[in-house]
């Protein structure tokens, strides 16, 4: 029987129960995603209805919003490595996350909205590799994507939880999104709460760099770069690739609204897309400890050139729920490659640097992202949305290509 060289070597079982603090960090995502897709769902009609932006404003935004999440990734990855200590940074990530919501309410130009969306976005960035990084930290090697998974589904049903919210709360307003904007704040600010409580670091099995080195020394170094390995850097390159047919999923909003969805439901594409990322992401974690990263990864990526032509033909009497069936293999996709991308890090990452290995790989996807989503908004403006989605599915179709490579997910 050949050996998928992708799979953990460990033959424990992947459903090993999982520790509370990988539980409390789930609950903290699913709080703050609440939270963040009450605003994030309508933010794109927002911008073009209320404060007159375009679909290229709408990509610019976006891609600079995540691009700044990915860069401040890296050193608050790297800085968690060299003190040995996650929870500080990962409570002022979510700290500032939570204080930017209200500026979102009273926006009264773009600016406005994307320096807010640039703060939320540093917010996120600083905790998220930390995050990430705690989570490898506290679970058993062979639970380690059924651990990813679990945090992921969790943070997604707050994905779905905000726009249904975004959407019952538009109704009985009549519309008024700042009322939403500003209702959004409560969960945030119970995410905060919840780290405060129940999350901990655990004792150090790699112990950090001597207290009087630390602080004299930049947190991001070359030779710990160095030391990462050639496995890792191709994850690392390959995840990149992936994203440049990943934008974001602020075009699948303005699709169902070009489609005729009216404003205050447009936040159900983001529950169709939501729901079926959390129903998948959890077991396709535990899949992907089974019987290898790659064969998970290279079967979201499929789905992903399935939903870019499922939106590129959208169109007619059915463009809506053709849009919604778009969304929900979109969400499919992103279950599969996610959980399994921090999987596949943290196979290949030694202990003492995964906060570092956790912040690279935003950082370059993040980059990323930045491209694909100014070129998206770009070809949506000047060739129209079926060619934005169109491109997005012939960058996936050369990233499937090459995840059947025999190297390029290979571990060693």
Known sequence: MSHDPSRPATRRPARASLPAGVVALGVVSLLMDTSSEMIHSLLPVFLVTVLGAGAMSVGVIEGIAEATASISKVFSGALSDRVGRRTPLILAGYGLAALTKPFFAIAGSVGMVLGARFADRVGKGV????????IADITPAA???????LRQSMDTVGAFLGPAL???LMWAS???FRLVFWIATIPALLAVAVIVRYVRDPERRDPPHAAGDAPRRVPLRCADLSRLGPSYWRVVAFAGVLTLARFSEAFLLLRAQEQGLADRYVPVV????NVAYAASAYPLGVLSDRVGRRRVV????ALLVVADVILAVAGGAGGVALVLAGAAVWGVHMGATQGAFSALVADRAPGAL??????????????SLLAASILAGALWAWAGPAWTF???AGVAAVALAMVTAPRVLRAG
């Open 354 to 367: 995964r906060g570092t290995a956790f912040g690279m790989l935003n950082l370059v996807m993040g980059a």
């Open 390 to 392: 169109t491109a997005g």
């Open 143 to 149: 639970s380690v994507g059924a651990a990813f998974g």
């Open 174 to 176: 009549g519309d008024d």
């Open 127 to 134: 905790r998220g590799a930390p995050r990430d990084a705690l």
């Open 166 to 168: 975004a959407i019952a």
């Open 298 to 301: 290279a079967a979201g990526i």
């Open 270 to 273: 983001l529950i169709a897309m």
